[in-house]
């Protein structure tokens, strides 16, 4: 009997399933993907209607979550709120990693001149003060444009000011590739530049990307908190799980004993980023030739 080869990749994938921690992580971000994205079609209740005969009920079993200062169900609000949140900070992620492998892939491959330029180019993003200019830019923009579309420019400058440290991670592994033998022998045997870069270095440095954009989503979503808790996020009624908490700031309730009003909005957005850190970890190991064998 012919013995199964392994590929990298399936042997990534028996150092990812090895690791109880990431598989945990990986149980909860999928479960809280679940209840965020389907939830909201078995929920009973609108998200703009206001009852205030509701206001500031605490759990039951008609609220799990108990109700906001406008009667909305808590639970719905949420499982709305991540859906924005989730969508806004996987747009951010998405920028980083496009920028970041473009970058990263043709300095770390054409080297001289080019590697130069693009690397000059990175050190001037990555010395930008980060959170004062997002909130510059949000500020700039926050009269006459609708706050949707706000929300998503600011996500996307986030998105590029975050690509300097995957740039150099991945310019990094490409050089390193470069000496190996096999893209010596594409060489010889005439392989254009294209094949080289996006059929064999850029297969080779998935592992990194994958793992990196965990990371990158994690601050996205810790971004959009900060920028809802000073009054440059979204406005209600749109609900996100940063505009969720600001609704205690400067009132009482949780001296009142509100507690809903704070502890299921910032217990979704730890847990969410608890599970993506482990994820994220549990994703470079097992991606990570290097680790086998430990």
């Known amino acids: ?87 806004i900070a996987s747009l ?44 510059a830019f949000t500020a700039i923009f926050a009269f006459g444009v609708p706050p949707i579309i706000r929300m998503i420019g600011t996500m996307i400058i986030f ?3 975050s690509f300097p440290p995957l740039a150099r991670l991945i310019r990094a592994e490409i050089i390193s590739l470069k000496k190996l033998e096999f893209i010596k022998a594409s060489e010889l045997l005439g392989i254009s530049k294209f094949s080289q870069i ?11 990307i994958v793992a990196s954009s965990t990371s990158i989503i994690a601050n996205a979503i810790l971004l959009e908190l900060t920028l809802s808790f000073v009054g440059m996020g979204f406005p209600p009624p749109t609900p996100t799980w940063g505009n969720l908490i600001p609704n205690i700031r400067g009132d009482s309730m949780v001296s009142s004993g509100y507690y809903w009003m704070w502890f299921y909005p910032v217990s979704f957005i730890s847990l969410t980023i608890i599970s993506i850190n482990l994820l994220g970890e549990g994703l470079r190991d097992a991606l990570d030739p290097k680790s086998e064998g430990r």
């Open 92 to 135: 951010s992620a998405i920028v980083t990693l496009f920028f970041g492998t473009l970058v990263g892939v043709f300095s770390g491959y054409y080297g001289k001149w080019v590697d130069q330029l693009l690397m000059r180019f990175t050190e001037f993003v990555y010395v930008l003060p980060l959170l004062p200019m997002i909130i």
């Open 198 to 208: 996006f059929k064999h270095l850029l297969p080779n440095v998935v592992g990194v």
């Open 159 to 161: 998105g590029f000011l």
């Open 1 to 87: 009997m012919i013995k199964e080869q392994n590929t990298p990749w399936k042997l990534a994938k028996k150092r990812l399933l090895r690791n109880k921690i990431a598989l945990f992580g990986a149980f909860l971000l999928i479960s809280i993907l679940c209840f965020t994205y389907l939830g909201p079609l078995f929920s009973p209740y609108i998200d703009d209607q206001i009852d205030v005969v509701m206001r500031f009920k605490a759990p039951s079993f008609a609220h799990p979550f108990g109700t906001d200062r406008l009667g909305h169900d808590m639970m719905t609000q949420i499982m709305r709120g991540g859906q924005v949140s989730l969508a």
